[in-house]
Antibody, heavy 123, light 111 residues
Framework: QVHLVESGGGVVQPGTSLRLSCVTSGFDFSNFAMHWVRQGPGGGLEWLAVTSFDGRMKSYAGSVRGRFTISRDNSENTLYLQMDSLRGEDTALYYC????????????????WGQGTLVTVAS | QSVLTQPPSVSGAPGQRVTITCTGSSSNTGAGYDVHWYQQLPGTAPKLLIYGKNYRPSGVPDRFSGSKSGTSASLAITGLRAEDEGDYFCQSFDVSLSGYVFGSGTRVTVL
């Protein structure tokens, strides 16, 4: 069974940093591209970042480019999201998501989602 | 403001057919990229419902179907059931943004 378990969320002040982790199991992590997607208080989904199967290729949404960094450790089956310069509008539930393909731009759908970790940015 | 446009809500009686539209542009759905659909039931994470031309992951009933024409795509739910109540999101890839985009989401209500 595929499992994606996020952690690292919490309440932080604007301007600070946070690192999210996603521990995976039940599949060969090194064969799949991985994403971070968030869901804000309004309920909409926002794609944030993708990394290719080997971590060499990455892409980011404009709203987080330059502030967030996606990375992966294939030896530990773990995906990360380093979030710097956090803002109030970054408050959301953050999901770790598996791509059906292995390249960052295969565009063939997201087939497994974690349960999410909540990040609240407030002073 | 979402790149893909969906109606905020649709509703129908049990057993009826409802359709959700997803309208994009020449840089995403109109550029030949597939539209995928996700179902989010209350209190749960999104789940892949339809991918590619019209494929359903294992366990998804054939009451759900997808189609695409030009810059628009549609999700149809036939034989509507109470357990179908939730939010539905479309998703595609945008070549201009070099990234993925979601629709604004549609709330399905079973009357």
């Amino acid at each position: 069974q595929v499992h994606l378990v996020e952690s690292g969320g919490g309440v932080v002040q604007p301007g600070t940093s946070l690192r999210l982790s996603c521990v995976t199991s039940g599949f060969d992590f090194s064969n799949f591209a991985m994403h971070w997607v968030r869901q804000g208080p309004g309920g909409g989904l926002e794609w944030l970042a993708v990394t290719s199967f080997d971590g060499r290729m990455k892409s980011y949404a404009g709203s987080v480019r330059g502030r967030f960094t996606i990375s992966r450790d294939n030896s530990e089956n773990t995906l990360y999201l380093q979030m710097d310069s956090l803002r109030g509008e970054d408050t959301a539930l953050y999901y770790c998501v598996r791509d059906r393909g292995f390249n960052w731009n295969d565009a063939i759908g997201f087939d497994y989602w974690g349960q999410g970790t909540l990040v609240t940015v407030a002073s | 403001q979402s790149v893909l446009t969906q109606p905020p809500s649709v509703s129908g009686a049990p057993g009826q057919r409802v359709t959700i539209t997803c309208t994009g542009s020449s840089s995403n759905t109109g550029a030949g990229y597939d539209v995928h659909w996700y179902q989010q039931l209350p209190g749960t994470a999104p789940k892949l419902l339809i991918y590619g031309k019209n494929y359903r992951p294992s366990g998804v009933p054939d009451r759900f179907s997808g189609s695409k024409s030009g810059t628009s795509a549609s999700l149809a739910i036939t034989g509507l059931r109470a357990e179908d109540e939730g939010d539905y999101f479309c998703q595609s890839f945008d070549v201009s943004l070099s990234g993925y985009v979601f629709g604004s989401g549609t709330r399905v209500t079973v009357l």
